[in-house]
């Protein structure tokens, strides 16, 4: 009965999130070929007096009622290279030339303060989705709108805010997040050493206490490996959500992914130190140790992987850190699918160790010194993908 419940633990720490992620995995692939965005482009110009009573409602009032709704703004006296692009429109669109003027596609235009006010909320109701209406009379996705190719200088109005062409370039390039990106830094940063040192350290004191039961090795291996995962996930949160309030700030927003990159520089540039000075071992501390000694118990092992999370930070935080950077754009729910991926690779190999002893597949001691022996490789190997993925996200490459 009780191999059942181990199974089940076994279940729910690992297959099940493992699940999830399928899932999301199967639902934005899907996502790529449909859009819930409502997009419109819209002329507008400043010291025009009908303009003035549209302008608040489109650009500020819309995007906050209605989150999918997204307006390609061209301001014409100001901005005379956008000027043109009116005539543009007119001849694709037969939209006419006065403003203010929305378009939503070839049949679907308003114009004039008053019939912009008076229909513009029962409009956007009346749709589920709607592509983006380009000068030559095409239209496309906004998920899947190359915004460095727009013509003039529009500015991208959404829920988040107002961006100029630049800064929407950076906040919605697709190349902002790729599953490469987030499986490099996951597989970097499972392999450290820390977290295996401190594991190591816990079975052995597991076995030192009642060496006849193996079962209090897997059971206190996988309660240690789920307070990891939890504490992780829940640090992963606090990333992403401090990095959402950092974005709040226009010049960080704008050039965040490319101090990401660089950062990901930093942290390679170190792990090949670590290689060339043959670091061999992450010491725990003294207080970590001895608390670490006093483990007995899989409920045991469970509360001091939560607390031991904090004194790991250190020397675990850095990859997690760009991942939270790469992730904030995208919100917390949509983040945490893949904040599960990338602590299900973190924990895989705590659990391939805990499986290892308990199988009678090798010793604590053996692991142990297989680490202290081969961590200077491990440490040039992420060092040189962490580069190299630093490297490829300041020249735009991915």
Same mark, same amino acid.
């Given at each position: 009965?009780?191999?059942?419940?181990?199974?089940?633990?076994?279940?729910?720490?690992?297959?099940?999130?493992?699940?999830?992620?399928?899932?999301?995995?199967?639902?934005?692939?899907?996502?790529?070929?449909?859009?819930?965005?409502?997009?419109?482009?819209?002329?507008?110009?400043?010291?025009?007096?009908?303009?003035?009573?549209?302008?608040?409602?489109?650009?500020?009032?819309? *995007?906050?009622?209605?989150?999918?709704?997204?307006?390609?703004?061209?301001?014409?006296?100001?901005?005379?290279?956008?000027? *043109?692009?009116?005539?543009?429109?007119?001849?694709?669109?037969?939209?006419?030339?006065?403003?203010?003027?929305?378009?939503?596609?070839?049949?679907?235009?308003?114009?004039?303060?008053? *019939?912009?006010?008076?229909?513009?909320?029962?409009?956007?109701?009346?749709?589920?989705?709607?592509?983006?209406?380009?000068?030559?009379?095409?239209?496309?996705?906004?998920?899947?709108?190359?915004?460095?190719?727009?013509?003039?200088?529009?500015?991208?109005?959404?829920?988040?805010?107002?961006?100029?062409?630049?800064?929407?370039?950076?906040?919605?390039?697709?190349?902002?997040?790729?599953?490469?990106?987030?499986?490099?830094?996951?597989?970097?940063?499972?392999?450290?050493?820390?977290?295996?040192?401190?594991?190591?350290?816990?079975?052995?004191?597991?076995?030192?206490?009642?060496?006849?039961?193996?079962?209090?090795?897997?059971?206190?291996?996988?309660?240690?490996?789920?307070?990891?995962?939890?504490?992780?996930?829940?640090?992963?949160?606090?990333?992403?959500?401090?990095?959402?309030?950092?974005?709040?700030?226009?010049?960080?927003?704008?050039?965040?992914?490319?101090?990401?990159?660089?950062?990901?520089?930093?942290?390679?540039?170190?792990?090949?130190?670590?290689?060339?000075?043959?670091?061999?071992?992450?010491?725990?501390?003294?207080?970590?140790?001895?608390?670490?000694?006093?483990?007995?118990?899989?409920?045991?092992?469970?509360?001091?992987?939560?607390?031991?999370?904090?004194?790991?930070?250190?020397?675990?935080?850095?990859?997690?850190?760009?991942?939270?950077?790469?992730?904030?754009?995208?919100?917390?729910?949509?983040?945490?699918?893949?904040?599960?991926?990338?602590?299900?690779?973190?924990?895989?190999?705590?659990?391939?160790?805990?499986?290892?002893?308990?199988?009678?597949?090798?010793?604590?001691?053996?692991?142990?010194?297989?680490?202290?022996?081969?961590?200077?490789?491990?440490?040039?190997?992420?060092?040189?993908?962490?580069?190299?993925?630093?490297?490829?996200?300041?020249?735009?490459?991915?």
């Amino acid at each position: 009965m009780k191999e059942k419940w181990i199974l089940v633990i076994l279940a729910l720490i690992f297959i099940l999130p493992l699940f999830l992620i399928s899932s999301f995995f199967i639902n934005s692939v899907q996502a790529e070929d449909s859009s819930d965005f409502i997009c419109a482009v819209y002329f507008t110009g400043v010291g025009c007096p009908h303009c003035a009573n549209t302008d608040p409602v489109i650009l500020e009032d819309l *995007p906050k009622e209605y989150p999918n709704f997204v307006v390609i703004e061209y301001e014409i006296y100001q901005q005379r290279e956008n000027a *043109p692009l009116l005539y543009e429109y007119n001849e694709n669109y037969n939209s006419g030339l006065g403003i203010p003027l929305i378009i939503f596609n070839k049949k679907d235009y308003m114009r004039g303060d008053r *019939p912009i006010l008076e229909s513009i909320r029962g409009k956007i109701e009346g749709l589920d989705s709607n592509k983006c209406p380009l000068m030559d009379g095409t239209s496309v996705n906004f998920n899947q709108l190359d915004i460095n190719s727009l013509p003039g200088q529009p500015k991208i109005w959404t829920s988040q805010g107002s961006f100029s062409k630049e800064e929407a370039v950076s906040q919605f390039s697709k190349k902002e997040l790729t599953l490469p990106k987030i499986l490099s830094l996951a597989a970097v940063d499972a392999v450290n050493p820390c977290a295996l040192a401190v594991l190591t350290l816990m079975l052995i004191a597991i076995l030192t206490y009642n060496p006849a039961k193996k079962r209090n090795i897997l059971l206190a291996g996988l309660a240690f490996v789920l307070a990891v995962f939890v504490m992780y996930l829940i640090y992963g949160l606090i990333i992403i959500k401090s990095f959402q309030l950092i974005q709040s700030l226009t010049f960080i927003r704008l050039w965040l992914y490319k101090i990401l990159g660089a950062g990901a520089i930093i942290l390679g540039c170190f792990k090949l130190k670590d290689f060339f000075r043959y670091k061999a071992v992450c010491k725990v501390s003294p207080r970590v140790d001895r608390i670490i000694s006093k483990i007995t118990s899989p409920k045991g092992a469970f509360l001091v992987g939560a607390f031991v999370t904090i004194f790991l930070l250190p020397c675990t935080i850095g990859p997690y850190i760009i991942c939270g950077g790469i992730l904030c754009p995208f919100g917390i729910l949509k983040s945490l699918p893949w904040l599960l991926l990338y602590n299900s690779i973190f924990i895989l190999p705590m659990l391939a160790v805990v499986l290892i002893i308990y199988l009678s597949l090798g010793k604590v001691e053996d692991i142990a010194g297989w680490q202290a022996k081969n961590i200077r490789y491990l440490n040039l190997i992420s060092g040189l993908v962490i580069l190299g993925l630093g490297i490829a996200m300041i020249l735009g490459l991915v």
